[in-house]
């Protein structure tokens, strides 16, 4: 079993469509959750980062994680075009540096 | 967010020659940083971690004597593909941890011919 599940779609959307992206995750100990975006040929960007279990907003998108159902989710508000990526969730625990990433979803925003 | 920079963004280079690839943070000091390889559609597979003046530590799998990785000083890592193969075209992509955070540079396509 992988220690970051992700669901690597692909996703369309219409644009202004609430969006929700999901991950789940084994190892209980992980205690940081990043969500990264990617366009094509470029690198990951990091786009919200969480600790522990909870809600964080941050303009329209908000990162939400629950540790009890080890369930990560990203949702983002009023699509746009531009939110067209791939979004790869991320975990890891104190102490061991790594980033344990999922496969990514590739999410395509129709105008 | 801190930036991290990488150097060339793109390099074709012929079979059986070397090829180094330059990792920056640019605002900020990285003890450790991390270099990732990502085929198409694919995710981000970690091949080594690298730590300011001490060797790196290795993924499994990953050849050490093909992936030379240096980290000389807290805002440089360099890696070089050894006697590069097709097979290592990619795009490579390194990241510099900050605390709780990584932070990813804009990768590099390597295509070997």
């Known amino acids: 079993q992988k220690e970051v599940e992700q669901d690597p779609g692909p996703l369309s959307v219409p644009e202004g469509a609430i969006v929700s992206l999901n991950c789940t995750y084994s190892n209980s100990a992980f205690q940081y959750f990043m969500w990264y975006r990617q366009y094509s040929r470029k690198g990951p960007e990091l786009l919200m980062y969480t600790y522990s279990s909870g809600n964080k907003e941050d303009g329209r998108f908000t990162a939400q994680v629950d540790k009890s159902s080890k369930y990560i989710s990203l949702f983002i508000r009023d699509s746009q075009p531009s939110d067209s990526a791939t979004y790869l969730c991320?975990?890891?625990?104190?102490?061991?540096?790594?980033?344990?990433f999922g496969t990514g979803t590739r999410l395509t925003v129709i105008p | 967010g801190a930036v991290v920079s990488q150097h060339p963004s793109r390099v074709i280079c012929k079979s059986g020659t070397s090829v180094k690839i330059e990792c920056r943070s640019l605002?900020?000091?990285?003890?450790?940083m991390f270099w990732y390889r990502q085929f198409p559609k694919k995710s981000l597979m970690l091949m080594a971690t690298s730590n300011e003046g001490s060797k790196a530590t290795y993924e499994q799998g990953v050849e050490k004597d093909k992936f030379l990785i240096n980290h000389a000083s807290l805002t440089l890592s360099t890696l070089t593909v050894t006697s590069a193969h097709p097979e290592d075209s990619s795009f490579y992509i390194c990241s510099a941890s900050s605390a709780a955070e990584q932070y990813f540079g804009p990768g590099t396509r390597l295509t070997v011919t």
């Open positions: 991320a975990a890891y625990q104190t102490g061991a540096n790594n980033l344990f």
């Open positions: 605002d900020f000091q990285a003890t450790t």
